[in-house]
């Protein structure tokens, strides 16, 4: 059974910091891509930074400088450092893992930027 479970959600400051983890199961970690992606009512999921199996990153314009992906295979772990957080960082954000064939979602959790 394959299970992604995210923690580290919470309610923070404007300016905070905030580490989010994901911790995978199930599946051979090392072998699949590593995303975080985001969703804020009413609109659509969107990617904010992935790292792939070999390493590299990509992350998205409006989070670049303030987040930061990392992955510890040793761990089936997958991190998101999350600094300068802003208003508009609130959202519900998911872990997911992605392969060529295979492609899984974790049950999101919560952060909400608000003084």
């Known amino acids: 059974q394959v299970q992604l479970v995210e923690s580290g959600g919470g309610l923070v400051q404007p300016g905070g910091s905030l580490r989010l983890s994901c911790a995978v199961s199930g599946i051979t970690f090392s072998s699949f891509d590593m995303g975080w992606y985001r969703q804020a009512p009413g609109k659509q999921r969107e990617l904010v930074a992935v790292v792939s199996s070999s390493g590299r990153i990509n992350v998205a314009g409006s989070v670049s400088g303030r987040f930061t992906i990392s992955r510890d295979n040793a761990k089936n772990t997958v991190y998101l450092q999350m600094n300068s957080l802003k208003p508009e960082d609130t959202a519900v954000y998911y872990c997911?893992?992605?392969?060529?064939?295979?492609?899984?979602w974790g049950q999101g959790t919560q952060v909400t930027v608000s003084s």
């Open positions: 997911n893992a992605k392969s060529v064939f295979w492609n899984y």
